[in-house]
């Protein structure tokens, strides 16, 4: 393996927009890859037939197992000399308002989507600051500059993961390490399959005379139906991140679909009381939240 070739360290690798990520940069020969997925799932890299090569590497990792976090970093380092891109794509969504989540679920929501990746980010720091070089890329979300009913844990580990991020951004900066936030709103895939509910907010769902039923009820159709309608693609975003790649200065944020953007605008323009209030007004069958 060439060692002037940069690195890059994906994790969440083998489905969604990580795998959409890894096709695209598969093309270009100025990479080494290192691909991580839970150990469970890295059958899927064969079935998309992708094998380890002189510019591919496959590892098992559960971005919240210290253990393996550090395995994987040494292994790069030792062979390559550093981490040059690391993107944390790794993740997954809790669709539950505040009353239907645990304890334990809130702690399992924060560790995957922001401290796992903290974590990784502390481990591969050492490396970039030696090299003074360096791009760490952090897959965050709309939900990550505005929540959103039945998400809200998943809208807090976002915005607990670009607040970090955005401090970040200042502490590296002095060492030539681009801190990113790629911002996707709704994605064309079928990734609302794979959105969790909690025992509690399944239970809601199921129950039409249950408080929350027409909350549940009507967001996740409305989300259902906006992804199906939206044009942004996975493989459209992987080019996003291609350029941010590719960029020597990147912006701390990209909104990485048109609707991030409307709401990104919204946010800023709109007087926060007449904000919150428009937003309101326009949730799906609201009418008959509260019934």
């Known amino acids: 393996m060439n060692k002037n070739k940069k690195t890059i360290l994906i994790t ?11 096709k695209l940069l598969m093309q270009l020969s100025e990479y ?19 094998f380890e090569s002189n510019n591919l590497l496959i590892r098992p990792l559960d971005v919240t197992n210290r253990e393996q976090r550090k395995k994987v970093v040494e292994e790069i ?26 304890e334990d679920e809130k702690l399992k929501q924060m560790e995957i989507n922001f401290r796992a990746p903290m974590e990784l ?25 505005m929540a959103m009913p039945t998400m809200a844990i998943y809208s807090a580990s976002k915005f607990a993961l670009e607040g ?11 060492w030539n390490i681009n801190v990113v936030l790629v911002e996707p709103g709704f994605i064309h895939s079928n990734s609302f399959l794979k959105v ?24 996740a159709n409305f989300i259902e139906k906006m992804m199906k309608l939206s044009p942004a693609t996975p493989e459209k975003i992987a080019k996003k991140v291609l350029k941010i790649i590719k960029a020597k200065n990147p912006p701390l944020r ?17 007087p926060r009381k007449f904000y919150h209030w428009f937003l309101y007004k326009n949730l799906p069958g609201i009418k008959y939240w509260g019934q």
């Open 196 to 219: 969790r509910m909690t025992p509690l907010s399944k239970n809601e769902l199921d129950n039409q005379n249950a408080p929350y039923h027409f909350h549940y009820k009507y967001m």
């Open 164 to 174: 970090a991020s955005e401090a970040l951004w200042y502490e590296v900066k002095p």
């Open 254 to 270: 990209v909104r990485a679909t048109l609707d991030a953007t409307f709401f990104a605008m919204l946010r800023r323009f709109l």
């Open 77 to 102: 380092v030792d062979k390559f000399g550093c981490v040059d891109v690391l993107i944390n794509n790794a993740g997954f969504t809790y669709r539950a308002v505040i009353e239907h989540v645990t």
């Open 121 to 145: 980010i502390r481990v591969t720091l050492p490396a970039m600051r030696k090299k003074r070089e360096g791009l760490i890329i952090n897959i965050s979300s709309v939900g990550g500059m």
């Open 12 to 22: 969440g690798a083998s489905s969604g927009l990580g795998l959409s990520i890894t």
């Open 32 to 50: 080494i890859l290192i691909l991580t997925a839970r150990e469970t799932s890295l059958n899927r890299f064969e079935q998309e037939n992708i």
